[in-house]
Each structure stands twice: as structure tokens, then as C-alpha cells.
């Protein structure tokens, strides 16, 4: 991408079309429509086109439900398979069991950076996404590990970044918080148990806190700890499967920080990372070898993601807040993040437009350095489609910062290259690895790139258990296109707008639930 054009949305391959068949619906309820103001008002005949538009990308993003379970692709695959529109019968396992594991910072296209043998292996046999997989915005570690297991836009989970401010308390948030009044939604282990299954957690953001049904049981619930090496990690979930076959937990996660760890450090073109590649290969091996030697390889959902990629960022990047003194002084106190997110809360008494006015007139004047690879909004304002607004957690002033820039306070005499994500999640660098390998996915099938929100939903379709009532509703709304609505608004108030208006009359004549069988509406 060319550092020096302004910011603005990349526009994501599917996104330019209508859905003419079903793989395009995997971003048709997740992205803007484009529509027009004038659709908006209430006549009759627009009424009419807009049911009729939404009838069919509803019947479209209907068939997301069936993606993953369709007929394969013409790719040779090993070994050869009659039938795969639907699901394969286990074996020995006697319920469906879903491992899901996180890469952390596993940029899509590592995968090829090195011979990955084992991680090929389950991309042969599985179903995968062949341009990757899309974080949320913002591409940070904490917000996408959360939304991959609760379905939902960090707006409506609750976390919002790594480390913020709650406004309303004062409160600090950092990773190492587990109260659980900064968690919301329903995390996957805890819709599991809600349903009287057992769920195991070795290392997830949000799994040590105890919320709902979720106690984090000992011996099936690690808390985190970085120095258990990896081997120790996948020989505690294979142990799992020495169980008598009921007591198997049907939902489980494997982490490892690599190859963030050492993207962060030098950026992702370097020898460290295509060993750190190499080593997490080796662990999927480790994991398919144990499973195989239990007989159950064939029988357990593997699904093994990332949570955003990696891109490099040298010191000849900075934005300096200090250079915008000549339009507007920015007190270190407002900011409660630079880079690659920068937020900014100003205290009470100064107008967040103003901040932003006077912010964008200075980078725009062409006299501040790399000023115009930084663009400030309210956070009203922001592309709708980051879903980046409805949480008062979000400081009302957010500036989207060119890919591989960064902003920083003062200007410094250090010289430092290295790798930062963050950005912006329609930018290719932050994209990461979706691949899902088991009964129920079809064998050497490609499906275009989808945002990680879908992968509450995909598991308890697989897991056949019915979604959480938070994210339930959530994802009807977002079915239906209106996915700015976030699971704590009443839907005594929501049910006042034109937007729930339109979705309870679908609800009669194109009913959304008919496509997605866990998503169940009710007021
Ligand atoms: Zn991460």
C-alpha cells in the first residue's frame, strides 16, 4: 500500500457486489450496504425495495450457516472422500468436540514463509480461508481474542483495547483484569456450560474470569502464565482425550504468543519470525500426532486462527502530537492510547469536535511531519463499518493512522524498527489464518474472507447448542443489517426505530431465523 496516500477504508473485495451467491454473504451483514440517505425514508415503494434487497442477502448470509458443511472445491485432496455435504459421522468420539487454537500475531501468508507441513496438512483437509481471516477493529490482541469467542464487536463486549479507562468509574482496565464488570457478552465456554457441557480453556483472553456459569474450574481452566512452554500446553489438551469419552470437555482453546512475540520486536520479515512460524507448525504436529495415536484426529473440529497480522514500522514513520502545538496543545492526560489506535479524551469543558477540527486542520496543513497519515474523527463519525462507537468505554476522539505509521508525544532521539498491528482492519497486513479441519467442514474447500465475529456462531452450530441470549439477539440484528445496535440497548427503545420497524415486519415475511438455526428473535 502506498504510505503516502490519504486514509481511507481499502474496500474489501466483497463488499463491491452484491451477494450473487452465498460466499459473498459472509461480509454482506458484517459491512456497510452503501445505503443511500434517501432509502431511508418510510415510502411505500422503498419500503417494498428495501424488504425485498434484505429478503435476499438475508437468504444469502443464510447460507453462511451451510458454508462450512457444503461440497468441496476441485482442489486435489488426499485422501479421497465420497460425500462431504454433510457431516461426516465420528468414529469413537460419541459427541462433536471443537478445538480452537490461537496463533497469536500469525499474519496471513506466514504460512508460506517456511515449509509448514502440518499446518498444510489441516488447509488440505480442511476448510480454510483462502485470503484469511479479518480481526475487528481494532486489530489489537485483547478485543479480537474476545470477539472471536463471543461473536460480538468490541463496542458490545466490552473490551475495547488492551488497557482503557472506564469513564463512568474511573476504573483502569489491563490485560491482568478479571472482574468481571469489564467482560460482557457470552464467551463460548460459558454458553457451553450454560448448556450442561464442559468447556476447557488452556489460556484465552477473558477465560480466567469467572462470570455466569463460568467458575474457571481447576483442572480445566489455566491461568495464564507465558513460560509454560508450548510442548506442556498440547500434551495437557491431548490428556483431555485419555478421558472416559462423556467426561471429554466438547469445548476446548490452545494459545501460544508466537509469532507476536516476535513480530513486535522486529518487524515481519525477519528470520525470527519464519522460526517462530516453524515452531508453531511443529506444535499443530505435536497435536495431530497425539490425536492420531488416540484414534480421534478424524472425530475432533480443529479450528486454528490468529487474532490480527503484523506489519513493520521503522522510525522514519512518527506523527508527533507535539508538532500540532500551532493548532491545538494535546496534554499527555487526554491520551489514553497512541499507537496504533490513538484515543484521546478530553476533560470536561473542551469540545471533542473542536479537538478534532483543530487536529485535522494541522495535519492537513502540509507543516506537520507525516501529518497527513493521521486522520481524527469523533468517534460517531468513524466508518461505520469498524462498529467502533457504541461503548462509553471509547473515547469520543479516535484517530485512524496510516498503515505502519505511528504517533507518538515528543520527538526523540531513538532509532528503533519493529512490527505493530492496530490498524485499521480493513488494511491486508492485519489480516490472519482461518482454517477449520473435522467432521463437519468440507475437505480442501476455500472460502472467501470473513470477519472473526463468526466464529461464536460457527462453533455452536458445530457443537449443535443454541447461541447465548446476548449474542443471540446481537446476531440477529446483525443479520439483519443493523448490527450497530449492541446487545445492552433495550429492545423496548430499539423496537421504536425505523430500523426495527423494517426487521419485525422481515420477521413475518422473510424470517432470518429460518437460515440460522440458532439465531432465535424475540421482544
Ligand atoms: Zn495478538
Not at 10 to 28: G, H, R
Not at 111 to 139: C, D, W, Y
Not at 226 to 254: A, C, K, N
Not at 299 to 304: K, N, P
Request: hydrophobic share 35%; charged share 20%.
Amino acid at each position: 500500500m502506498d504510505s503516502s496516500s490519504p486514509i481511507k477504508p481499502i474496500p474489501l473485495p466483497a463488499q463491491e457486489e452484491d451477494p450473487p451467491n452465498p460466499s459473498t454473504a459472509l461480509l454482506s451483514f458484517n459491512t456497510d450496504s452503501g445505503t443511500s440517505p434517501s432509502q431511508k425514508h418510510f415510502t411505500t415503494i422503498i419500503f417494498i425495495a428495501l424488504l425485498l434487497v434484505t429478503c435476499i442477502a438475508l437468504a444469502a448470509s443464510g447460507a453462511f450457516a451451510f458454508l462450512f458443511f457444503s461440497s468441496p472445491s476441485q482442489t486435489p485432496i488426499t485422501p479421497p472422500i465420497s460425500e462431504s455435504s454433510r457431516a461426516r459421522d465420528l468414529t469413537k468420539l460419541t459427541q462433536s468436540v471443537v478445538l480452537l487454537i490461537s496463533s497469536d500475531g500469525f499474519r496471513f501468508g506466514y504460512q508460506f514463509k517456511t515449509s509448514t507441513p502440518n499446518i498444510h496438512r489441516l488447509i488440505a483437509n480442511g476448510t480454510e480461508a483462502e485470503m484469511g481471516l479479518i480481526p475487528v477493529f481494532p486489530t489489537l490482541t485483547f478485543p479480537n481474542h474476545y470477539s472471536i469467542v463471543t461473536g460480538l464487536y468490541p463496542a458490545y463486549h466490552g473490551i475495547i483495547n488492551n488497557y482503557f479507562v472506564d469513564p463512568r468509574t474511573g476504573d483502569f482496565f489491563n490485560m491482568g483484569s478479571h472482574e468481571p464488570k469489564w467482560w460482557l457478552g457470552e464467551p463460548l465456554w460459558e454458553t457451553v456450560v450454560n448448556h450442561g457441557l464442559k468447556a476447557a480453556t488452556y489460556f484465552w483472553p477473558g477465560s480466567e474470569v469467572r462470570k455466569g456459569s463460568w467458575t474457571c474450574p481447576d483442572g480445566l481452566c489455566k491461568f495464564y502464565n507465558g513460560s509454560v512452554p508450548f510442548e506442556d500446553r498440547v500434551d495437557t489438551v491431548l490428556q483431555y482425550f485419555d478421558l472416559p469419552s462423556s467426561e471429554i470437555p466438547v469445548f476446548m482453546t490452545l494459545y501460544f504468543e508466537d509469532p507476536d512475540h516476535q513480530g513486535h520486536k522486529v518487524g515481519p520479515d525477519d528470520p525470527e519470525i519464519t522460526e517462530a512460524v516453524a515452531r508453531i507448525d511443529r506444535m499443530i504436529g505435536r497435536l495431530i500426532e497425539g490425536l492420531e495415536k488416540r484414534g480421534v484426529f478424524e472425530d475432533v473440529t480443529i479450528i486454528l486462527v490468529g487474532d490480527h497480522g503484523m506489519v513493520g514500522t521503522c522510525d522514519k514513520k512518527l506523527i508527533f502530537l507535539d508538532d500540532l502545538a500551532p493548532w491545538i496543545e494535546i496534554p499527555k492526560d487526554w491520551v489514553q492510547s497512541y499507537s496504533p489506535l490513538l484515543a484521546i479524551r478530553p476533560p470536561p469543558g473542551v469540545s471533542p469536535s473542536d479537538v478534532v477540527a483543530k487536529m485535522n486542520e494541522g495535519l492537513s496543513s502540509g507543516k506537520v511531519e507525516n501529518g497527513k497519515n493521521l486522520k481524527v474523527y469523533l468517534k460517531e463519525n468513524l466508518p461505520s463499518r469498524l462498529h467502533y462507537a457504541a461503548s462509553d468505554r471509547i473515547p469520543p476522539v479516535i484517530g485512524l493512522i496510516e498503515e505502519a505509521f505511528k504517533v507518538e508525544q515528543t520527538r526523540s532521539k531513538r532509532k528503533e524498527c519493529g512490527g505493530a498491528h492496530g490498524y485499521d482492519n480493513a488494511v491486508f497486513s492485519m489480516r490472519t489464518i482461518f482454517i477449520g479441519h473435522g467432521p463437519q467442514f468440507a475437505r480442501g474447500k476455500k472460502v472467501p474472507s470473513f470477519e472473526n465475529v463468526q466464529i461464536y456462531n460457527l462453533v455452536t452450530s458445530i457443537l449443535n447448542i443454541q447461541v447465548g441470549q446476548i449474542s443471540q439477539v446481537t446476531m440477529c440484528f446483525r443479520v439483519a443489517k443493523f448490527s450497530q445496535l449492541g446487545p445492552d440497548i433495550n429492545m423496548s427503545d430499539v423496537i421504536q426505530t425505523q430500523q426495527i420497524v423494517v426487521f419485525l415486519r422481515l420477521k413475518v415475511s422473510c424470517n432470518p431465523c429460518r437460515f440460522f438455526a440458532h439465531c432465535r428473535f424475540s421482544t
